[in-house]
């Protein structure tokens, strides 16, 4: 068998992945570059993919400082509730199956294809069923309110957010002085945006300019997500053409929509019926 890569950080990556929770089997693919581009996982079906997919990007991140693509990482979920099942001409004892120890790890040379083990006398083996994990369409967040206030000296901005039943409604103030206006409604929406969220991150404004683009007026947002002793920084614009302030909202939502995909929102609990 014909082997796609050479390199042993690739081998000590592989073995770290097989290590996260859940994860039974990982195989890492490189183009001809050198760069990651594919990061294929088998997973127990106990562990929400999402969270094994932010997993493997830290890890590659901590331990190696690759900054991979989550689009990049695949997880494959094995179905455990499936046994063998007995024939219709035989009745044998109830069989369970060893584990399998793990290959030690070779220095150089392909790897050989794993065999099948041979099923016993009497059993007739199942395939196990398994689950490729897609992209499931997912509700975005989206604005409800942008609101600003004039207290003389002070400014008030307010910005609401949705996603799904669950709403978050966040301020913030400061004085009022030019242009002080976006940057208030981006950093509300930050806040707006860490409220909706049931997840110990923590995000952050990390700057708000208006940019010109091809003749083009833009708001373009920098935010800071912090998970644990992780940070990282996502960048997001909106074109100001329209409406000037809701821009600043939106660039905010364009860096984290995506990114977002893989965090868990709160709920709102359904309200009874009269």
Same mark, same amino acid.
């Not at 219709?88 to 199956?97: C, G, I, M, T, V």
């Given at each position: 068998?014909?082997?796609? /890569? +050479?390199?042993?950080?690739?081998?000590?990556?592989?073995?770290?992945?097989?290590?996260?929770?859940?994860?039974?089997?990982?195989?890492?693919?490189?183009?001809?570059?050198?760069?990651?581009?594919?990061? /294929?996982?088998?997973?127990?079906?106990?562990?929400?993919?999402?969270?094994?997919?932010?997993?493997?990007?830290?890890?590659?991140?901590?331990?190696?400082?690759?900054?991979?693509?989550?689009?990049?990482?695949?997880?494959?979920?094995?179905?455990?509730?499936?046994?063998?099942?007995?024939?219709?001409?035989?009745?044998?004892?109830?069989?369970?199956?060893?584990?399998?120890? %793990?290959?030690?790890?070779?220095?150089?040379?392909?790897?050989?294809?794993?065999?099948?083990?041979?099923?016993?006398?009497?059993?007739?083996?199942?395939?196990?069923?398994?689950?490729?994990?897609? +992209? %499931?369409?997912?509700?975005?967040?989206?604005?409800?309110?942008?609101?600003?206030?004039?207290?003389?000296?002070?400014?008030?901005?307010?910005?609401?957010? %949705?996603?799904?039943?669950?709403?978050?409604?966040?301020?913030?103030?400061?004085?009022?002085?030019?242009?002080?206006?976006?940057?208030?409604?981006?950093?509300? %929406?930050?806040?707006?945006?860490?409220?909706?969220?049931?997840?110990?991150?923590?995000?952050?404004?990390?700057?708000?300019?208006?940019?010109?683009?091809?003749?083009? +007026?833009?708001?373009?947002?920098?935010?800071?997500?912090?998970?644990?002793?992780?940070?990282?920084?996502?960048?997001?614009?909106?074109?100001?053409?329209?409406?000037?302030?809701?821009?600043?909202?939106?660039?905010?939502? +364009?860096?984290?929509?995506?990114?977002?995909?893989?965090?868990?929102?709160?709920?709102?609990?359904?309200?009874?019926?009269?």
């Amino acid at each position: 068998m014909e082997e796609h /890569h +050479d390199d042993d950080w690739v081998r000590d990556a592989e073995r770290w992945i097989c290590q996260i929770q859940g994860v039974r089997q990982c195989r890492i693919d490189l183009d001809d570059e050198g760069e990651v581009s594919g990061v /294929h996982v088998v997973s127990h079906t106990s562990r929400d993919p999402r969270h094994i997919v932010r997993d493997v990007e830290g890890l590659l991140k901590a331990r190696l400082n690759l900054d991979v693509y989550y689009k990049k990482i695949g997880v494959v979920q094995i179905l455990d509730a499936d046994q063998p099942q007995p024939s219709k001409d035989a009745e044998p004892p109830a069989h369970r199956a060893e584990p399998v120890p %793990a290959a030690p790890a070779e220095a150089s040379g392909p790897r050989p294809a794993p065999q099948p083990a041979a099923a016993p006398e009497g059993i007739e083996t199942l395939p196990r069923p398994a689950v490729l994990v897609e +992209d %499931a369409p997912q509700a975005r967040v989206e604005c409800t309110r942008i609101a600003l206030e004039s207290r003389g000296a002070m400014l008030r901005a307010v910005v609401g957010l %949705a996603r799904g039943t669950a709403e978050a409604n966040y301020e913030r103030e400061g004085p009022n002085h030019p242009g002080m206006d976006a940057q208030l409604l981006a950093q509300a %929406a930050v806040g707006a945006l860490q409220d909706l969220l049931d997840e110990p991150v923590t995000l952050s404004l990390a700057d708000l300019r208006i940019a010109e683009v091809a003749g083009e +007026d833009l708001s373009v947002a920098a935010v800071d997500l912090v998970e644990g002793r992780r940070s990282e920084r996502y960048y997001g614009c909106c074109s100001r053409r329209f409406n000037a302030r809701e821009a600043s909202v939106y660039a905010v939502l +364009d860096a984290l929509n995506r990114r977002l995909t893989l965090f868990n929102f709160k709920e709102e609990p359904a309200r009874p019926l009269n």
